[in-house]
């Protein structure tokens, strides 16, 4: 089921299972998806049944089930059909912009568009910032110049006053988000960083309000020798300040995850020239194309859509779909990409996919789901920070309670200030920002070098990889036969014999037939009229070609026609065993040669298994052909640990799934609608993006170009983006495990340190931009 806006939720979705729900429907209190038959907690209004994700939830529908039912009008995003989502919680979709209600950040595009303007958390956050700096710093230096100095350039009393008056529009406004966020974290009792900050800094601002406006209440002990009360104006406004600036900088970086797919989206043309059916020629707006048309792309332009060429010659730079810089060479029927920029020739072409079908569109709906999907790795962050918050929270009441009986004077000081210290540092944003991060910018890379991972699962099981099952046709082989070569018997000449050859297989639909054609065409042979043309299943065809009797087919057939092959069996045998296709030809009764048909090993695919092996993967060949034909293309191809012929289409899964019970971890690479199955049933699905759309959605990474060449590359990345996710945890919890006792005052008895505030404020900014700025050292990742 689509997930629709929470505020747009039709009732009627939340009809009991046995009712008819399905898929998935919305708690209609948080917009968490809940599974409805699985669903422990719901509720029943009128013969409407609800369901919730939590007890907490069912119990506030419950208390006002009419606040939640109402129908609200829809934003201006929910109308256009904009979803926003959580990078941390993929679950929560929204009809607009606003903040998750499980962690508070703030929801962004499901799918970044070319048109969707500025962000509006990042301009409000940058604009709260900018005044609240302009603020904290002459706030700073007039607190702490004077501490630091001696000299106070206002009198104490009058000093109160100033910093209450500067550092409340601070407070009240620029924290205000924090505090809305930090409420809704406690009433949905899903605590989070949203929750330390406001804590902290409200505690601060409240104390040093109380201490301006009502300081009798304080014991003598808590004064300072000028007998006024300690205020922290200075602490909360700094605080404020410094999280505003985590925040736009994680807005900014976040933001900049989206430029992956914004830049495919820019590739697209705006317009396209569509040929009319009387020859006429226009441009027309690249929606208004559709599949059938004739379209023309000139020297320089790119290719509108996905289609065929039906006439010119020209090579095509391919780099933003495959990674690789090499034009690749483009005549009548091949297959172009829409996006792809054409060279110096001209081309004519026929389109078959518009709008969302074609490449481009895939491949940006593909990168935008990985990059809101989940990793097994983030379990434990998720499990961490369930029990993390809380556990601050009790530290440092621990730690105020210490201070308060335990510590020098002016003890309530001391206990206030230390456990604020450790509110601030704990943040667990760093934690929170570890995972989602290095998979956003990790599925863009990956993308712009041919390698569309369908979710972050697959991306961090595809290092451990350790078997590599492999479908011949389509993955090792290009999947297109080819004429090889025409073995002529004494008497008879080439061209002549393939005319013929070609002109009987001129109606067959048959991969080798095709070839056959292809051959002949490209040696521009005029193919003779036939006549009597029948074909003999598993033989071969017979037909009349210019008064003669021509056959055309294996042994049976030239035993059919009572025709010897010996003089050409040798060399037909040695071909077989080479892995290549042998048909006899005969004309009039008359041995007259060989056909031979190959379909090529690709290029890269001796390198790619070459580099697999280095790495420890075992290569095992899969295929549906003969044993001798698979064997060829081993020894050819060279590292192939394994080779299973004459596999049937249900066998495959099942050879996959014996491999999983080995304790193997599998890799299956196919093409076909036949290798959907076993794609399914490995560890990673791996599909040849040359191959078809059955795979491709079977698969858990599309590569492309479709060579083994992209399962290097994809290795490549998923170590790369792992070995950045292990960083960002460990840092992340190393800041925590190390600043929280330093922040609570351990250091304090020996070394006489403590860990003001602000300090605490900027590590904590800090952990958070160091997490993001080692997320974004995967866009430079060389693959």
Not at 211 to 235: D, N
Request: charged letters at 20%; hydrophobic letters at 50%; glycine letters at 10%.
């Amino acid at each position: 089921m689509k997930p629709e806006p929470a505020a747009d939720q039709d009732p009627q979705q939340h009809r009991h299972a046995q009712g008819g729900v399905v898929g998935k429907v919305t708690d209609p209190v948080c917009g968490m998806e809940v599974d409805p038959a699985t669903s422990q907690h719901r509720h029943e209004v009128a013969g409407v049944t609800w369901h919730f994700c939590s007890e907490q939830c069912a119990r506030k529908f419950a208390g006002d089930p009419a606040a939640y039912q109402k129908p609200k009008a829809p934003p201006q995003s929910a109308v256009s059909g904009t979803i926003w989502t959580c990078p941390m919680h993929p679950q929560i979709r929204r009809g607009g912009p606003g903040t998750c209600p499980i962690c508070g950040m703030a929801l962004e595009p499901l799918q970044p568009s070319l048109d969707e303007g500025p962000n509006p958390e990042l301009i409000a956050m940058t604009r709260r910032f900018r005044v609240c700096a302009a603020l904290s710093v002459p706030l700073l230096i007039l607190t702490m110049g004077a501490e630091l100095t001696g000299w106070h350039p206002l009198p104490m009393a009058l000093s109160i006053w100033v910093q209450f008056a500067i550092a409340t529009p601070v407070v009240v406004w620029g924290a205000w988000p924090f505090f809305e966020r930090g409420w809704a974290s406690l009433k949905t009792r899903n605590l989070n960083m949203f929750t330390l900050i406001s804590l902290g800094v409200g505690a601060a601002y409240l104390f040093s309000l109380v201490a301006t406006f009502a300081p009798g209440i304080f014991p003598l002990a808590a004064r300072t020798m000028g007998g006024m009360v300690p205020v922290y104006y200075e602490a909360a406004a700094v605080i404020t300040a410094l999280v505003l600036l985590g925040q736009v900088l994680e807005l900014q970086a976040r933001s900049a995850t989206g430029r992956a797919i914004r830049a495919l989206l820019g590739l697209a043309p705006k317009t396209a020239r569509r040929v009319a059916a009387d020859g006429t020629e226009a441009d027309v707006p690249l929606a208004e194309v559709q599949p059938g048309d004739l379209l023309r792309v000139r020297p320089g332009e790119k290719v509108p859509a996905d289609g065929t060429v039906t006439e010119g010659h020209s090579s095509v730079d391919e780099s933003m779909i495959s990674g690789e810089p090499v034009p690749v060479e483009k005549g009548t029927g091949d297959k172009v990409t829409g996006a792809t920029v054409n060279g110096t020739g001209g081309l004519l072409m026929r389109a078959e996919r518009v709008g969302s079908d074609t490449v481009l569109s895939q491949i940006v709906h593909m990168v935008a789901a990985a990059q809101r999907s989940r990793a097994p790795i983030q379990a434990l962050a998720d499990k961490v920070a369930g029990w993390f918050v809380p556990g601050v929270i009790a530290i440092a009441v621990v730690a105020f309670a210490v201070w308060l009986v335990w510590g020098p004077e002016p003890r309530l000081s001391h206990a206030l200030i230390n456990a604020v210290a450790v509110l601030i540092i704990a943040c667990p944003c760093a934690l929170g920002l570890a995972t989602p991060m290095s998979i956003m910018v990790g599925t863009g890379r990956g993308a712009a070098s041919g390698v569309l991972v369908k979710n972050a699962e697959a991306l961090e099981l595809t290092e451990k990889i350790d078997t590599l099952v492999v479908d011949k046709t389509g993955t090792l082989t290009l999947g297109k036969p080819r004429l090889v070569e025409v073995v002529v018997a004494k008497g008879f000449a080439e061209d002549v014999l393939l005319a013929q050859a070609a002109a009987l297989e001129r109606g067959s639909e048959h991969p080798l037939a095709a070839a056959i054609v292809d051959g002949a065409e490209t040696r521009n042979l005029a193919l003779p009229p036939v006549s009597g043309f029948a074909s003999h299943t598993g033989k071969g065809v017979t037909a009349r070609i210019a008064e003669q009797s021509v056959g055309l087919g294996n042994a049976a057939m030239m035993e059919l026609l009572k025709v010897d092959p010996a003089p050409l069996a040798a060399r037909a045998d040695a071909l077989r065993a080479d892995g290549q296709g042998v048909m006899f030809l005969a004309v009039d009764g008359q041995l007259a040669g060989l056909i031979v048909v190959a379909d090529p090993i690709k290029e890269s695919a001796i390198a790619a298994v070459a580099a697999l092996r280095r790495d420890g993967v075992r290569v095992v060949m899969l295929t549906g052909d003969n044993r001798r034909t698979a064997e060829a293309v081993a020894r050819k191809i060279g590292g192939i640990d394994e080779v299973m012929a004459d596999v049937l289409p249900e066998q495959k899964q099942k050879v996959v799934e014996q491999l999983r019970r080995e304790g193997r971890r599998v890799g299956m690479a196919g093409d076909g609608i036949n290798d959907a199955p076993a794609l399914a049933a490995a560890d990673v699905g791996i599909a040849m993006g040359t191959g078809t759309d059955v795979a491709m959605e079977s698969a858990a990474i599309t590569l492309v170009k479709g060579d083994l060449g992209g399962i290097v590359r994809a290795r490549r990345l998923s170590r790369a983006v792992m070995r950045n996710i292990r960083e960002n945890l460990f840092f992340s919890f190393v800041f925590n495990a190390a600043g929280i006792p330093v922040a609570a005052g351990i250091l304090y008895p020996s070394f006489g340190l403590l860990l003001s505030p602000i300090i605490a404020g900027a590590a904590m900014a800090f952990s958070s931009v160091a997490v993001i700025g080692n997320s974004l050292r995967l866009r430079t990742v060389r693959l």
